[in-house]
């Protein structure tokens, strides 16, 4: 995983709430609010994506390129599990 990426994009999205934190407690105008909530649901998509692709292309490729169909399996449904968790949303 590319762990210094990840870290850093953590602490953007914690600062961003920080700042929201303040927004709030300054009474600040709603919309303005939602704006920033609305940059860090973004900041935490594209956080998602960069380790669902590491995921992907290092143990997902890793465990299909393998003979064990017990693992393959396990892979998989934990997929499928993490979409139906997405969704629920």
Do not use: F, P, W
Not at 41 to 54: G, M, V
Not at 64 to 82: A, H, N, R, Y
């Amino acid at each position: 995983m590319q762990k210094e990426e990840v870290i850093k994009r953590l602490k953007n999205i914690e600062g961003h709430l920080r700042g929201i934190e303040g927004m709030v407690d300054q009474g600040l105008y709603c919309m303005d609010v939602l704006q920033q909530i609305h940059a860090v649901q973004a900041s935490l998509n594209k956080l998602n994506l960069l380790i669902l692709n590491n995921h992907l292309h290092s143990c997902v490729a890793r465990v299909m390129s393998g003979e064990d169909v017990d693992e393959k399996e396990k892979v998989l449904k934990e997929i499928v599990q993490l979409y139906e968790t997405a969704l629920k949303i």
